[in-house]
């Protein structure tokens, strides 16, 4: 029973670093999305942003894709492109 304990808490340590590793890629790409963004002329920024809202509105997700994960997607990327980081 020890053992099965200590295996479910070392996978849930791995687990645990494999998410602060994806919050910290998240977080990288917004810096330089947001970096990127404010370097551009307004009327580049606005056809890139409108581009990418075009594609994304396109863009049909997979039927394994539950909807509420692509507006999820969709919501966050808005953020992201209207919104970013100050």
Request: proline share 3%.
């Amino acid at each position: 029973m020890k053992n099965l304990i200590a295996e479910l808490l070392i996978k849930l340590a791995q687990k645990e670093e494999e998410s602060k590793e994806l919050v910290a890629q998240v977080e990288a790409l917004e810096i330089v999305v947001t970096a990127l963004l404010r370097r551009m002329a307004e009327n580049d920024q606005q056809s890139l942003i409108e581009s990418i809202e075009g594609a994304l509105e396109g863009a049909r997700p997979d039927s394994q894709v539950p909807a509420r994960d692509a507006e999820m997607l969709q919501q966050y990327v808005k953020k992201l492109l209207r919104h970013p980081r100050s």
